[in-house]
């Protein structure tokens, strides 16, 4: 299937690094449209403001977790049908199942790679 | 039959309340001190079994003594007023270091992806293409600085945690400070807010997978 790579795509990581990382593996995978936040209260912000089809974020960030973001995104009525994936080194099944019970789309850890990435992409705006 | 405390009882309770007001922590070789004292003068009025309790209480005293000078002597609080700080400052210099390192080769990378960009535009994809998966390689590999500084994050909770408890064998043990700072508390835990897991405890993608299957 085809899918719009013109969407705007939110990443969200407290590592600046990490950012960088994700928009180039975006990049590469031809989704140049891509914002970027540094935690959950700046991404949602950020998605109240503005039109995301997908949200890839980090889990482990403060003030506000992946996990709280997710939460928020479920709770709002504009939001709640945004494509969400979760990319963490919390490689818990305890992780995995608070993620799944909370909405998530997709869950990757880390490290990954770029076609784990594309894989989840297609795999959740297959989906949408 | 209730017990009654007889009249010199209480007289030497309220002595000795009098005496803990005074003194309230009194240290253990005085106590030591004190019982040796005590049992120098009762000999011939102890039975054998009372002899023996008054001497493992006169032996324990000598060995918390000899214990707080142990401890004295191996400068505890140096791991908190200088080593578990170093760690941590130096555990920070690998963090800043490691980070800059990195940008410095995304920055190289997103270089060489202008330049297979060029390439494809040229009409020489297969090269553009070589020359992206390379970088993309580089990009995958460049996910270690994450995942050792959260992996070093970890590690200075833990410092900071042996840190909390070296103050409190310090405050236990060691000399007391009068009106010395309250001790650390130890860095609290959020709930599932693991960090990276050591790969004999971690779950792979695919282990990932299958859970998150196992919904649908």
Redesign the interface.
């Known amino acids: 299937m085809t899918m719009d790579k013109s969407m705007n795509v939110l990443i969200v ?1 407290d ?1 600046k ?2 950012l ?2 994700i928009r ?2 975006l ?2 995978i031809d989704f140049n449209n891509v914002e970027e936040a540094t935690d959950g209260a700046e991404a949602l912000g950020k998605l109240r403001a503005g039109s995301f089809g997908l949200v890839i974020s980090d ?2 960030m403060q003030p506000m ?1 992946g ?1 709280q973001l997710l939460q928020e995104v479920r709770a709002d009525a504009r939001l709640k049908a945004t494509p969400f994936i979760m990319i963490t ?10 993620a ?1 019970q909370a909405g998530v789309s ?9 076609e ?1 990435l594309r894989d989840k992409i297609e795999k959740v705006l297959g989906h949408a | 039959m209730p017990d009654t405390p007889l009249p010199d009882e209480a007289v030497l309770r309220a002595r000795l309340d009098r005496i803990r007001i005074r003194h309230p922590a009194p240290a253990p070789e005085a106590v030591a001190e004190v019982v040796r004292a005590v049992l120098a003068t009762m000999q011939g009025d102890l039975t054998a079994t009372e002899t023996a309790l008054l001497g493992e209480v006169a032996e324990l005293g000598r060995t918390i003594a000899a214990a707080k000078a142990e401890i004295a002597a191996l400068r505890v609080d140096d791991i908190n007023a200088s080593h578990i700080p170093s760690a941590t400052d130096e555990l920070d210099a690998i963090v800043a270091h490691t980070a800059a390192a990195t940008e410095l080769i995304l920055e190289t990378c997103e270089t060489l992806d202008r330049v297979a960009g060029t390439l494809a535009a040229e009409g020489q994809g297969a090269l553009s293409a070589q020359l992206q998966d390379a970088t993309t390689r580089i990009y995958e590999a460049c996910g270690f600085q994450d995942i050792t500084g959260q992996r070093i994050t970890k590690v200075v909770t833990t410092l900071k945690t042996i840190e909390a408890k070296v103050a409190h064998i310090i405050a236990a043990f060691g000399e007391r400070q009068p009106g010395g700072e309250p001790l650390p508390e130890a860095p609290p835990v959020e709930e599932l807010l693991h960090g990276p897991q050591l790969p004999t405890n971690a779950m792979d993608q695919t282990d990932i997978d299958k859970l998150l299957a196992s919904f649908d």
Do not use: C, G, H
């Open positions: 990581d590592y690094t990490m960088r990382i180039n593996l990049k590469q889990w482990n977790t996990l080194a919390e490689s818990k099944a305890e992780n995995v199942i608070a799944r997709n869950y990757i850890v880390k490290p990954f790679n770029a784990t």
